[in-house]
T-cell receptor
C-alpha cells in the first residue's frame, strides 16, 4: 500500500540553527500535506502542496514539493523554542484518508 | 477553520471494561471521519474510516468487533473500545475532512486511554 518515508526521526538543534525534514514516496503523489504536533497535543495542519516543484513559505517555514511529486521537504530557518514538536508529512491514500510519515521530532535548545 | 471536538480527553479504566470516545464536528457536517491511534513516540496509524449511515471501513489488522464505530449523524462519530486491555492503552485521535475542496484534515484533541 501507499507508504511515505520520513527522515530524520529526531533532530536536536541549538536555537537559531536551521532544521529540515524530508519525505519520500515511491509513487507519484497527487498532493502532500504537512502537520505539526506539539508535545501532548494533536496534529495541526500546516500546509498542502499540490503542484510539481511548488515552494510555499510561511514566515520561517519553507515547504517544497519535488518536480516528480514524489518527495517533499520542510525547512525551518533560525529555529525558535516555539518550533518544538513533531512534524509529520501525510499523503492521501484514497477514501479521503491520509497516511502519515513517522514524523521528525524537533527539539530546540535555548 | 473547522472545529472537531473529541471527548473525553483522558480515560483511565480497568481491564475488561468498555470505553466510548466521541468525536463531533462543531461547525460543519462530516459524512466521513477518521480514527487514528498513536502509541508513544510513534506516528499516527489509521484505524478506520467512519461513514455516516453505513458501516465503517477498518484497516488491516484492526479488529472491528473490538473497536466499534458508529457514525449515526453528520456531526457525530463514536469509537467504543470493548473489553479493553492494557495493550489498548494509546492516544486515540479522530479527524474529519475539510469540505471546502481540499483534503486537509482537522483533528480532535485526542483521547489518552490508559487501561489498568
Amino acid at each position: 500500500g501507499q507508504q511515505v518515508m520520513q527522515i530524520p526521526q529526531y533532530q536536536h538543534v541549538q536555537e537559531g540553527e536551521d532544521f529540515t525534514t524530508y519525505c519520500n514516496s515511491s509513487t507519484t503523489l497527487s498532493n502532500i500535506q504537512w502537520y505539526k504536533q506539539r508535545p501532548g497535543g494533536h496534529p495541526v495542519f500546516l500546509i498542502q502542496l499540490v503542484k510539481s516543484g511548488e515552494v510555499k513559505k510561511q514566515k520561517r517555514l519553507t515547504f517544497q514539493f519535488g518536480e516528480a511529486k514524489k518527495n517533499s521537504s520542510l525547512h525551518i530557518t533560525a529555529t525558535q523554542t516555539t518550533d518544538v514538536g513533531t512534524y509529520f508529512c501525510a499523503v492521501p491514500r484514497g477514501q479521503g484518508n491520509l497516511i502519515f510519515g513517522k514524523g521528525t521530532k524537533l527539539s530546540v535548545k535555548p | 477553520g473547522a472545529v472537531v471536538s473529541q471527548h473525553p480527553s483522558r480515560v483511565i479504566c480497568k481491564s475488561g471494561t468498555s470505553v466510548k470516545i466521541e468525536c463531533r464536528s462543531l461547525d460543519f457536517q462530516a459524512t466521513t471521519m477518521f480514527w487514528y491511534r498513536q502509541f508513544p513516540k510513534q506516528s499516527l496509524m489509521l484505524m478506520a474510516t467512519s461513514n455516516e449511515g453505513s458501516k465503517a471501513t477498518y484497516e488491516q489488522g484492526v479488529e472491528k468487533d473490538k473497536f466499534l464505530i458508529n457514525h449515526a449523524s453528520l456531526t457525530l462519530s463514536t469509537l467504543t473500545v470493548t473489553s479493553a486491555h492494557p495493550e489498548d492503552s494509546s492516544f486515540y485521535i479522530c479527524s474529519a475532512r475539510d469540505v471546502g475542496g481540499n483534503e486537509k484534515l482537522f483533528f480532535g484533541s485526542g483521547t489518552q486511554l490508559s487501561v489498568l
